[in-house]
């Protein structure tokens, strides 16, 4: 494996990437709001081997390791996925995407940002916002970011956050709560930019009226943020039995075999 964080002046700077493998089908894989590409170790271990020569896992802008932005989009954060892997992906990429990652893999399906995905696949993405769900946002992502007196403290929020707490023990998963809190000062708090809750909600009609390659949607059985009516109006959706939001945590064998992992 390879970490790099090449950094870029311009609007659109690269990400901190995690790259395992080196040639070969590509995967692609965006985490959702508040998590980190450190999310998706479990899935990682259930792909099938000589299914992807590589997989490609960056923190999103904003997010982790990556740098901060002066705002957010899902075209900018699509744009700075494009920067970062699109020079060197190979031509046969899938993306799997959750949550937040989903819609910026479904913006990414437009072969706008460098490279043509080979297929999408959308897990978990809320597709229907109310106003008062945008302002709550709005008003969180204004805020300062909460600061902690040690570590412990700082992970257990990092996890509620990202509707992990409860499904992973921050103790023994000590590389994603490394990824997610950071030291700042005599205190610590979430590497998150908290304006990135401000992203808003995707154009989803849009997004797939550009969209140029196979598009999949899929939602965990008992996930609340979004129904399966929702998705199956919007085209091909696949239901994960027995999970909730973070199904690829949850059931990570069941999400692998979407992408035929």
């Known amino acids: 494996m390879s970490?790099?964080?090449?950094v870029h002046s311009d609007a659109a700077r690269s990400l901190y990437l995690a790259e395992y493998g080196s040639e070969g089908p590509t995967l692609l894989l965006l985490h959702g709001m508040g998590a980190t590409g450190a999310v998706?170790?479990?899935?990682?271990?259930?792909?099938?081997p000589g299914r992807?020569?590589?997989?490609l896992v960056p923190?999103?802008?904003?997010?982790?390791?990556?740098?901060?932005s002066r705002d957010y989009s899902f075209r900018s954060l699509a744009?700075?996925?494009?920067?970062?892997v699109g020079g060197t992906a190979a031509r046969r990429v899938t993306i799997l995407g959750h949550s937040l990652g989903g819609a910026v893999a479904l913006e990414l399906a437009s072969g706008r940002y460098g490279f043509e995905p080979e297929a999408v696949h959308v897990l978990g993405m809320k597709v229907d916002w109310s106003e008062s769900e945008l302002a709550t946002m709005g008003a969180l992502a204004s805020r300062p970011p909460r600061r902690f007196p040690n570590r412990k403290e700082a992970a257990i929020w990092f996890l509620k956050l990202a509707g992990l707490h409860g499904l992973?023990?921050?103790?023994?998963?000590?590389?994603?709560?490394?990824?997610?809190?950071?030291?700042?000062?005599?205190s610590w708090r979430l590497a998150q930019d908290p304006r990135t809750l401000a992203v808003g909600a995707p154009a989803v009609s849009q997004m797939m009226a550009a969209a140029v390659c196979p598009v999949v949607f899929s939602r965990g059985e008992f996930d609340e943020m979004v129904s399966t009516a929702s998705l199956e109006a919007l085209g091909d959706t696949r239901v994960i039995s027995g999970v909730g939001?973070?199904?690829?945590?949850?059931d990570p064998a069941a999400v692998a075999a979407l992408v035929g992992g």
Do not use: C, I, K, Y
């Open 40 to 48: 998706w170790d479990r899935l990682r271990s259930e792909l099938e």
């Open 52 to 55: 992807f020569g590589r997989v």
């Open 168 to 186: 992973l023990n921050p103790e023994e998963n000590p590389r994603l709560v490394d990824s997610g809190v950071v030291v700042d000062g005599d």
């Open 79 to 84: 744009a700075q996925v494009g920067v970062t």
């Open 3 to 6: 970490d790099t964080q090449p």
């Open 59 to 68: 923190d999103l802008g904003g997010h982790g390791r990556s740098p901060r």
């Open 245 to 250: 939001h973070n199904a690829m945590v949850e």
